[in-house]
């Protein structure tokens, strides 16, 4: 991975840092490559689902081969997805994944557009997707996305015309991009945009399909392709020193939390788009076909074009800087364009050639990573000129603040170091992802301010303003504040500059069980975003719960360092859900969240403010047996919310199990995907199958269907055939079917109410056959669909029992599902009531 990353850095170079704060550098062949860009005015908006459903192969064809301005739409940020690099998920790992899609577009050269649309988890239909998401919402969102962005094509990655035959909202995707085609240039839809926006009319609309669509290659080899569209998408570019194909494989392989690393495929590739809507165009490899995409397309635009393909045309590669003169004379001519969009547009990619070409080096950051309102923080502001083209700095704007610069002259290769002192308003917001800053719905972010609605990620909060005079012409070039410094294993790090709380404070644990009246010290933690704060800390906390001690005091010296006080927490004697939550109270501010910080090698520190809180739940719930040993599958957090209702867990290391070692356990668990990932547990399987028959408890939690089988084909001590079939809605009804089954009477009885409170699904790749030795416990459904009786199976073996189960547990124990908890309790004590060990504990 960091060998990639490493390589990574060292050959994207026109195309952009690898980190979105990193100065960047262009040598003559990018100044060259942007140039080609700044002459093309079209532009192409990809949209899909997720984080990785994007194309990057077509994306970096149209925005390198084709030279046209593309973006990618993600309609969510994948926060529904698995973390294979860490422990971020939901709302985090969306974070994660969104700066993952932000390093993507940076290898490939597009931009990144999401809406409020949250990825709530599967879903089979796009008809149950658009009932999570607020439909009307995340189509306005589209909408928006389409005014502003002004796409001349529109490429789907999914079918609108195929609901079922892929996830839900992937169909969703399409289907929400056919309608707002012909919204975005409709006044009378989402009028209240207008007022930031107008309305737009994109020319043609494509799927981007592929044999996939069509089952397999001999299939697509004969469907009807008169209203395709064909790309050889496999152009090397010899400007670049890349093929398309390595820079596409580059950009998806920052998705490195879904685990998409991967092999770069090089010479030609085929890429098919069908026309949806629009006129079909006569030249069937080119999407712009008919389109103007030149300067005349805009009032005033062909005076500045006749300048800029002249330079185009006449490139000198070993002296850009003799263009100078006629790109400044084309800046000038742009400002008097009357076309706000494509004159802020242009304006912009030119003064980054104008700056490119004259090595300017512009860069204001700090020495710390972060500060408090109302601080005052020193900006060490550098600019270098290295050409000999006559720039003048007049004045330095850190946001509003004006800071005297003398007229500065900037002489070839003179550095101008000045350090600034930045005061950061009361009113500043602290640093965190627009989208989390109130509480949304399962389905839809809420966003207060609708201008944010479509970005990436939250602006930037402190910007630096170079007012410069380049050879007579007047050039404004704006820098991001950032937090630069050196670390001694990695060199010169570009971070950005956030503002948190000069407080605040974090649980260990997400959840707290009380399986019974005991009570639990909890541990909270105070971490100083400022030197030398004491305050105090509360506990606040539901109705029947108590705490030995109100508040709790604190002084923490210096900024970074940690304090951890204690509340002794009593939980109420009948069952109860509640949440408990610090405040901070410090200089007459109440202070009540959470600062999460994302850190990874290739995206930049993510900064995220939570509310400090964790949910409290009071449980009577009996248990028989006490030792249980996990083999962890894929990971999940199952052995911990085990812990937590009193049992002792040990983690079995598949290596040294033996015929003897499992003997000690009242239960051996498999976790998710066991099967899937380890391999250690073909030699293994015949010593856990042989425990239960001895007498003990094998309980299998889910895994997939592939490499079922041929590797083990005694994963069950009988025959049982994994399926496909999930139960995807959580709320869906349960119906116990073994009504007399120990599952669901000992020690805990078992009933409707269990299954209340259940979050993101039923269960997954539940068995669809089985032999007769089974007994299935469950029946339940998706709505619409055929019943599933595979979602909890049993069989006695030997003197023991052997259950397999696709029901989520390890999604409802971490959350603290009470019924889920009961439910795997009774799993764990299987077969005790027959013997004197029953423990009850009771509240
Ligand atoms: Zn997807």
Known sequence: MRYLLGLLTFSIFVLGNVKAQTPKNSSATDIYHSIEKLNFLGTALYIAAHPDDENTRLISYLSNDVKARTGYLSLTRGDGGQNLIGPELRELLGVLRTQELLAARRVDGGEQFFSRANDFGYSKQPSETLKIWNKEAILGDVVRTIRKFKPDVIINRFDHRTPGTTHGHHTSSAMLSFEAFDLANDSNAYPEQLASTNTWQPKRLFFNTSWWFYGSEEKFKEADKSNMLHMDVGTYYPMLGMSNNEIASLASSQHLCQGFGRLSSRGTEDEYVELLKGDLPKDKSNLFDGIDTSWSRIDGGKAIGEILYDVQDNFNFKDPTSHLPKLLEAYQLLQNISDEHWKNLKTEELTTIISAITGLHLEAFTKTGYTNPSQNVDVQIQALNRSDITIELKSIFLNDQNSNVDNTVLNNNELFKKKI??????????????????????????????DLIGKPETPRAFNATFNLNINGVLIPIIRPIVYKYAKPDKGEIYQPFEVVPEATSSFTDKVLIFADASQKRIPVTIKAHKDSISGTVELKYGTGW??????????????????????????????????????????????????????????????????????????????????IGYIMGAGDEVPTSLEQIGYNVQLIDPATITKESLKKYDAVVLGIRAYNVVDELKFKQRFILDYAKNGGTVIVQYNTASRWGSQFENIAPYDIEISRDRVTNENSDV????KDNSLVNFPNEINQSDFDGWVQERGLYFPNKWSAEFTPVLEMHDEGEESTKGSLLIAPYGKGNYIYTGLSFFRELPVGVPGAYKLFSNMLSVGKDKVETKAKIKG
Do not use: C
Not at 557 to 570: N, R
């Open 421 to 450: 002192e930045l005061n950061i308003p009361a009113s500043t917001d602290f640093t965190s992802p627009y989208w989390l800053m109130e509480k949304g719905t399962l389905g839809t972010y809420t966003v207060k301010n609708t």
């Open 546 to 627: 108590q705490v030995d001690k109100k508040t709790q005091p604190f002084s923490i010296i210096k900024k970074g360092d940690e304090q951890t006080v204690y509340f002794t927490l009593s939980p109420p004697a009948t069952e109860n859900e509640s949440s408990i939550a610090p405040i901070i109270k410090l200089n007459g501010k109440e202070i009540t969240k959470e600062l999460v910080a994302i850190a990874y090698d290739h995206v930049p520190t993510q900064t995220v403010l939570l509310p400090s809180e964790t949910k409290v739940v009071r449980l009577n719930i009996e248990k028989a047996g006490e030792n």
């Open 735 to 738: 119906e116990i079917i073994a």
